[in-house]
């Protein structure tokens, strides 16, 4: 090197020497991290093994010197001039030929070697398996499936890497160094010199090539993922696919994909027969060289023919393992390129996990507490900002809130899938973060927004949430969730096969499953992330119960986005951006006409209740003693109660005077252009159902035709003595319009409390009705579901 000339050139030099180095370092240093999954380490029998398989490849060695030198005495014996048939020697060279096949030694060292083969297997699969389980949520959120299953399934391939170096590099050293000393002995120095010059520079080259090979090997395997991310994309999300009409898109997409993998295939194979000529050239140049020399002594009488023809066996027996030798630096080289993510894998930490001394959670009453808690998914935005609440011990609180405020974040922090970045979350005391995960995860029962199954018996997916649970307890949760009649209705019954992620039942039906698997595992803490959000009002009124049962007495945080489900919770606390910015029991938030109150009203806004200028009587929830489900709990929903709403609405009294008007000038203030332009089509379209604000209102023609039993109760203060219906018109909208008109008078404005506990807890509002005929609309129709289905 010339250093005065270059200095930059020699600094670029060492830099990528050091780079070199560094590679092969961490080479090593990866192959020494995954050794303890070779070594049977508490497996005496499988050590023995091991030495089992020493043995043969002692033997194999041998055997590839005896051979060909037993050839050489056969062809001397043949070569002198009163020749006999040496039929010793040809019986011991047939024997030691059959000892050195694939059906001799090496026979017995796969038979040896198998066991400790699926012992690797077995070992890295379960703890890649086992690391993917237990890291926590940041990297399950950000894993692509199916690269993920591609670095598994390669990353196995690592158990190769001992068979490399067993059965070829360290016995191909061996023989080298033996091939090299027997021709120096059987030959001379200059027949030891070729062996050794075509030997190195044959593994010289190889590595060169191999070093092209393994760039070519990574943007392989980056073809490979792809394409198989592309797959799993697909498929997953056909419904997607199929919904935006993108089918043809994803064909060209995974077209596209696999011919990039092909094109990535073609080149590394490319590279791989460039190898092999190059190494087939060398070997042919080395024999060529060797046969001359060894010919030339034949011939000038210092060597027997025996010699040659020996020469001629041990080459021929030589360059077959020689190219594995490259093959074997090449495989051990590529499989531990296929083994980089796998060990990425294998040494990621969770970020959650039992911190040294953790103890059990030790669940008294179940308070939870959040004290000045922060935290950011990904240490750049912040999700929660200083949030300090307290659940106190059998409470049930509701968290609502602009979508993405952080509500379910808050759920998460309790589950622990993440652990605040500052600030604490105490269960009865005891910081979370300090307790055994397992402990914490025990206590909880959560039904989350999106639940999913597995693609196994709809028995199996509820017994998972609790294996000891009897199938009897199994079909109790699912009355409680009104699914029991229907799973028997299933040609299949329980034992119905869910589709993947549940995909065969419907979305209510899944949510259903949900809060019967949390019945099941009967736990003393209930997360319930919009548990019902996809259930019909009339199931939905049909399993507040069975959510009473569940929530009673236990402590529990729902979230809701229809306020009017957790009105009657103990406290109600409001997120907005990640801050606490509001909290207390319901009338309380509404009397400080802040953010939970423009919620509020913006969720009456959708309720026609507070667009209708001429109030009838006032009317309670549907829930009365008849229409109410035998043996339902009086206080349903552990004070969350759906149907609510329709009391709290209509026993408002005086109060929702005040908030039409406040409505009036809340939807000026939001919607100036709708409410200006068009004032009609803003009241028209936010007519919805007043059990589900966040559902446009359906009242099926049928029920409007139906005649309504003249003393219907649907509330505590509310009896509706006599309600026809109104004639049956073609579109729900033009229904709904017409019930401003139609409905008032079918309601009798003399009420009475016939039901106590269907009225809000907090409700402070007695006095004078105002119905207004959409709510009582819905309240028929779902008085009449639920008349027609009992
Ligand atoms: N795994 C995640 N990684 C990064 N950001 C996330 C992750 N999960 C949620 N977020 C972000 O955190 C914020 C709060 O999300 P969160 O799900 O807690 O909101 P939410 O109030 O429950 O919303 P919604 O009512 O729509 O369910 C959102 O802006 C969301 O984009």
Redesign the pocket.
Known sequence: MNGTEDETGSFLQDGGKKKQLKKESDVLQDFMFLLPFFWPKTKPRLQFLYVGVGLCLVVDRVLNILVPIQLGLITNILSKERATVPWKEIMIFAALRFLDSSGGISAIRRYLWQPLENFTYHEISTAAFNKIMTLS?DFH?EKHSGSLWQTVSRGRSIRHVVDSILFQIGPMIIDLVLAVSVLYYLFDAYMALITAAVFIFYLWSSSKILAKQKDKQRQLISAVEKEYDVLCESTSNWQTISYFNRVDYEKNHYSSAVKNHMNSSMTFTLWSNFESVAQSFLLIGGLTGACFLAAYQVSQGYKSVGSFVMLLSYWAQLSGPLRFFAHGFCNFALDMIDAEELIRLLRREPTVHDRPGAKDLVLNQGEIAFDNVDFS??GR?T?LKDVSFHVHPGETVALV??????????L?LISRFYDPESGNVTIDGQDICSVTLDSLRANIGVVP?DPALFHDTILNNIKYANPLATDEEIYDACKAVSLHDKFLAFPDGYQTLVGERGVKLSGGELQRVAIARAIVRDPNIVLL??ATSSVDSNTEMQIQDSLGRLTAGRTTII?A?RLSTVINADKIIV?DA?KIVEEGPHEDLLKRKGYYYRLWLHQSSLKPSIQSKTRGPRSTGPFSNEARPSGSSPRVGNGIDTVHQISVESDRGSESDDLDTDYEEYNRETNPITSKVFPHIDKESSRVSSLKPDAPEFIPQRLQRTEIPSTAVYGRNTVIKSAKDSVGHEHIGKENRREHAECDHELDANTQFSDAHTVPKRSNIEGTSSTTRLRVATVLGLQRVSNSSK
Not at 401 to 410: Q, V
Request: charged share 35%; proline share 0%.
């Open positions: 949520s959120d998914y990904d935005r999700i809130g602009e979508t993405g405020g952080g509500k379910s974040t808050i998460k927004q992330d919009e979230i986005h997120i990640g």
